[in-house]
């Protein structure tokens, strides 16, 4: 019982961090069908601002719990900075080209932006642990849980619920969710198209730093952790369903439950579970868990 406890405690608090991570990705897939390789970079991005920050805000007197808007705020202006800076500086003059050519050029800005990461912060490992150490720890039978991990699972149920109340139940969903379907169409409406693939590349941009933000301070914030972390949201976001916010929920549930499950059990094959559960979706659902339907045009 108490390994059963472990696993969908540790599952779930895997899962709501590569929920926070991949729904970014989806988010802007559903919309722009964009693959954005650069969704990497904003998490990496995110984590050492988070670090940054984080760390000279101990260094005052200010409410110790402040630490929390700090990582906000880093997460904000990371997702803000870059979303407006690749949108309007280079996706926008490849919308009508080949797919694959998209996927290349955020390939290639990605392999940048790892370059400039470097250059900013060098290769030193960064480390931003207060705000873990003030929320404290919560037993669970035997078991002792810090409750800042624990908060992952509270963070990822409010970004998850807030994506799906804009998107079915305001005006910018309906306008998003038209966009979706029929891109020409909504333009000849009156549709701005052009503000509602900005705003939309923002928000998985915020999306994806407030990931890496969040993070933070649990681990060691270094180098190449956003090559990591893209590697897994894309294996959530095909195993859910490219576009679809709760494919990318069952497509963590799935990942994360799995994955702390052979961890417990199995951990020399913790790796292999990962791509054995997407290979196998994919080999009898290669559009995913949960694709969005496509409209027919007639």
Known sequence: MLTLIAILVDGLIYSSYLFMVAV???????????????????????????ATLVG??????????GGFLVI?????????????????????????????????????????LEDVLLMIWGTDPYYATEP??????????VLSYDVYRLSFIALAVVV???????????????VLLAVIFDREISQAMGVNVTVVFLVTFVIGS???ALGGAYIAPTISVSPGIGVEVI??????????????????????LLVGISRAAAVHQFPEIELFVIYAIMAAVLAFRPEGL?????????
Do not use: C
Request: charged share 10%; no cysteine.
């Open 206 to 208: 915020i999306l994806g």
């Open 132 to 141: 873990m150490g003030l929320l404290g720890f919560i037993d669970i039978e």
């Open 290 to 298: 949960f694709a969005p339907a496509q409209a027919r045009k007639i």
């Open 160 to 174: 998850g619920l807030g994506l799906w109340l804009g998107l079915t139940r305001t005006k910018w969903g309906k």
């Open 72 to 112: 906000f705020g880093a997460a904000l202006i990371v997702g803000v900075f870059f979303g407006v800076i690749l949108e309007r500086g280079l996706l926008r003059f490849l919308y009508h080209r080949d797919e694959h050519i998209i996927v290349l050029a955020t390939f290639a800005m990605f392999l940048v």
């Open 231 to 252: 590697v897994l949201a894309f294996a959530v976001v095909v195993i859910g369903g490219m576009g679809s916010i709760p494919g990318a929920m069952i497509g963590s």
């Open 24 to 50: 970014g990705l989806t988010v802007i897939f559903g919309v722009m069908k964009i693959l954005n390789v650069t969704h990497g970079s904003f998490y990496a991005f995110g984590a050492y601002m988070s």
């Open 56 to 65: 000279i805000y101990y260094q005052t007197d200010l409410p110790e719990f």
